[in-house]
């Protein structure tokens, strides 16, 4: 049977249609700069004042929030996009309780038009740079694997998809200890592993995105116990165990949308990993780990010889000596 045209996919990676002339929901001819959306929503830069706040891209060239746009024509803004950013603009009005409440499908659509607004403007910057990226995003296939997969469920924005028994992506929800948190607004990103973090006031949230919640299965110990008000720098070393873990992902799942029959309107997505080669994660080492502490911890200026002094414990803020779970007031900073 046909597709109905709702239930169509569109895929920009087939014929790299990534630039301004397509929206990046359907496909549709736009005409930039009118038929566009703001990564960052006008809701959100409103509240955290980031219009010129500035962004340094991969090529250290500098843009502002207000700068960064992806193209988006006008059926979809207004059916898809901006339904999406109503929602969790009012969930963001209840704080916590309410990026708590918020369904994970959601969450992981929001999350990931960010980051896919991010992750395309990195993209097309690097045809002209400013300066060669040490790592151009074009030349890794691995990465465009993942972004093809993430693609695929990323349509769950405009088509009605279900997920079948499965989470597309690790979505954390950390929530900030108030005493010593003197930042409302903070992002950052891995592109290459495609992990987006967002800190909302004293609501930090994350998304490992394209591994179908292996990520933070694996993490499941450690998530369990931050389920508690953390300290800034625990919030970091949360961080720097997540990024370190999506950087050890070792496989790309695949999807498959199963055959619709008459009068179905919503697509059903099962996924299946398929590569019995390779292990899913790559080995655990303590030193690349330290590397990611001291870059997530750098607010706070420890040093990697202070963090590897026992290399096969790095320092810990989240677990102490007898790894149990440390109640952590007051930031001292470590000596040495």
């Known amino acids: 049977m046909s597709v109905p045209a709702h239930l169509q996919l569109y895929d920009p990676l087939d014929g790299m249609r990534l630039g301004p002339e397509h929206c990046f929901l359907c496909g549709a001819p736009t005409e930039p700069p009118i038929d566009s959306v703001p990564v960052f929503a006008y809701w959100l830069m409103d509240r955290y004042n ?10 250290q060239s500098i843009v502002t929030y207000r700068d960064l746009r992806i193209p988006c024509c006008q059926h979809c803004r207004t059916h898809h996009v901006e339904p999406l950013e109503a929602e969790v603009q009012q969930i963001a009005e209840a704080g ?43 030349e890794n296939a691995q990465m465009f694997r993942r972004l093809h997969a993430f693609l695929q469920t990323f349509q769950a924005l405009r088509v009605p998809i279900v997920f079948e028994d499965f989470t597309p992506a690790s979505l954390f929800i950390l929530e900030v200890d108030s005493r010593e948190d003197t930042i409302p607004f903070e992002y950052d990103d891995d592109l290459t592993t495609m992990v987006f973090s967002i800190k909302l006031g004293n609501a930090v949230l994350m998304a490992c995105l394209a591994d179908n919640g292996i990520v933070k299965d694996a993490m499941r110990r450690v998530v369990t116990d931050a389920a508690r008000p953390l300290h800034p720098v625990q919030v970091a070393e949360f961080k720097a165990r997540v990024y370190y873990g999506a950087y050890l992902f070792n496989v790309v799942p695949d999807y498959f949308a199963r055959p619709l029959k008459h009068g179905d309107d919503h697509l059903v997505y099962d996924t299946l990993i398929d590569d019995i080669t390779s ?58």
């Open 96 to 138: 916590l309780d309410g990026w708590r409440a918020l369904p994970e499908q959601t969450l992981f659509l929001w999350l990931g038009k960010m980051f896919y607004g991010v992750f395309v403007t990195e993209l097309l910057t690097e045809l002209e740079p400013l300066v060669k990226p040490r790592y151009p995003l074009a």
């Open 50 to 59: 980031l219009a010129d706040r500035q962004v340094q891209l991969l090529d």
């Open 279 to 336: 292990a899913v994660f790559n080995p655990w080492q303590n030193s690349a780990y330290g590397q990611s502490l001291q870059e997530m911890w750098k607010r706070w200026d420890i040093s990697l010889r202070r963090i590897m002094q026992d290399p096969s414990q790095p320092l810990s803020y989240l677990y102490d000596e007898h790894n149990q779970p440390r109640q952590l007031d007051t930031f001292e900073a470590p000596k040495g």
